[in-house]
């Protein structure tokens, strides 16, 4: 049988090394899923429920495995509904291509159904390289540069392919003036400043006696160099959220998260240092990093166009992180691990004793930082951790405690909801031995993760570690917003906009073939998570939570503490619980004439 355009298409794939792509079928790519069929299994394609998840799902693949994440879609609605997973994908820096389905050529411009401009549509979401076949011979090309910009940039590519044209025989271009003939294969450069800058950042490290670093994803390859270079400054150092994994938090100069999410040692840690070292994080809350002039800046990122765009650095080094640092060790003399180290670690210690007392604070019925709490020291070794955005992402950030060999991300740049658990389905792909744990918001599993929970139905029995968890979080409210109305717009919690329904997420798991845990009482949570990571079947781990728990910033302004008693006067409709919860949650200082 002749080898079609999509025939050589998924062989050109797995030639680059894809072995999953993620998505949802359609007659506008319907010549592609006749080819991943012949093609025998070599390349897995895992049916989503929806184009959007399966763009998560090739994000966070690319998290999780280094690897290239592949995702496709029919034409028109199918295209359009992966956008927003693949602009997860481009604001977190990972390499993602879109394999999308168009219209028969000769259709084009015709305003026929399902006929979108895709080019123009992608152009934005896959700006570093977006292109359109229009010939069998041009399809090499198109391949190999998309997969080799993605990788190189890590960045989000597409290509599209009229449907017309999926069936017709693959013919290699011909050696002639017009045509181009193109390779496979893409090694990563070894990327490190000059030694002249190293000296200027050395220089400006060695200065400084309070020295704070800040680290992300960037460096997330890093972490033995990472706590080199740390120990050698006498730094305290601080975690961007997508930089959570970076480093255990078992070593007592690690402040945790940073920004809204974040910690108060982190907060005390950037208001009071004279050196800022940041590694690999595009952390973007500028007003969580020192005031301008108060400290000197020194940046590492393999982007040149992420250099002192969130504090004015004076020495931007562009470079990986680990052989980046691993050069300017030599460069750095040791600081005296007295004074400001030692403040820190007494900053750390009394901090992690705060968040226990806050989370073992009685709620009505379960305090949710009583879930991760308890979740913390249970976590199993190499697991893979998920959190959704919302509230349910403090919890995350602030109460689990990573350990070498854990691993854990969520939709950052874009903070989407409906990621996580889709982040978790792809997480079982690019590793399939590790267990893994998803933190979900009650709004985000109505909105689409409880459709996702399917896709584990149908594929759970082929992973090699069955275990895999979602904890949901049912407070019957769109938590984080209901919060940043009453602490940033001054506004009590407007109910037609934040209630949602009730529903039961444990039972919905039971009718699918999962197995559903429920609990609503906070002394049963801890046996909870044990019984889930016992399961050797996937589990919803349903908690009834209290919304009332506020998610307290690192640091309380004048201005948050006046919005929120003004969004109280207007008359919240849960006034009482909001204050009995947030005045055990330490906030009853700023509640006047409220006891």
Known sequence: MPQTVSDFVVHRLHDWGVRHIFGYPGDGINGVFGALNRAGGRIEFIQARHEEMAAFMASAYAKFSGRLGVCIATSGPGASHLTTGL???????????????????????????????????????????????????????????????????????????????????????????????????????????????????????????????????????????????????????????????????????????????????????????????????????????????????????????????????????????????????????????????????????????????????????VNPQRVTWELSPRIPDRAIITSDSGSCANWFARDLKMRPGINASLSGGLASMGAAVPYAIAAKYAAPDRPVIALVGDGAMQMNNMAELITVAKYWRQWKNPRWIVCVFNNEDLNQVTWEQRIINADPKFEASQRIPDVSYSHFAEMIGLRGIYVDQPDLVGLAWEQALASDVPVVLEVKTDPEVPPLPPHITLEQAKNFSIALAKGDPNEVSVIRGAARQVLETILPGKK
């Open 87 to 365: 602009y997860d994908a481009l604001l977190d820096h990972q390499p993602v291509l879109a394999l999308v389905g168009q219209q028969a050529r000769n259709a084009l411009g015709g305003q026929y159904q399902q006929e979108l401009d895709l080019v123009s549509m992608f152009k934005d979401v896959a700006s570093a390289y977006v292109a359109q076949a229009s010939s069998p011979a041009q399809v090499r090309h198109l391949i190999d540069r998309a997969v080799r910009i993605a990788l190189a940039r890590r960045t989000v590519t597409a290509v599209i392919l009229p449907n017309d044209l999926q069936e017709e025989a693959y013919e290699d271009p011909p050696r002639a003036h017009g045509t181009l003939r193109s390779g496979i294969g893409y090694a990563p450069p070894r990327i490190v400043p000059h030694e002249v800058e190293l000296d200027r950042a050395a220089e400006v490290l060695n200065a400084g006696n309070r020295v704070a670093m800040l680290v992300g994803a960037g460096a997330l390859g890093a972490t033995d160099d990472v706590i080199a270079v740390a120990d050698r400054l006498s730094a305290g150092c601080a975690k961007a959220l997508l930089g959570k994994a970076v480093l255990p938090d078992d070593l007592p100069w690690v402040t945790g998260s940073i920004g809204l999410l974040g910690t108060e040692p982190s907060y005390d840690l950037m208001m009071e240092c004279d050196t800022l070292l940041m590694v690999g994080s595009a952390f973007p809350y500028a007003e969580f990093l020192p005031k301008e002039g108060s400290a000197r800046g020194v940046q590492i990122d393999i982007d040149a166009g992420m250099l002192s765009i969130r504090f004015p650095m004076e020495v931007g080094l562009v470079g990986d992180a680990a052989e980046t640092l691993r050069a300017l060790l030599p460069r750095l003399k040791q600081k005296p691990a007295d004074g400001w180290r030692k403040s820190i670690e007494d900053n750390v210690r009394e901090w992690w004793t705060t968040l226990e007392d806050r989370a073992r604070q009685p709620a009505k019925p």
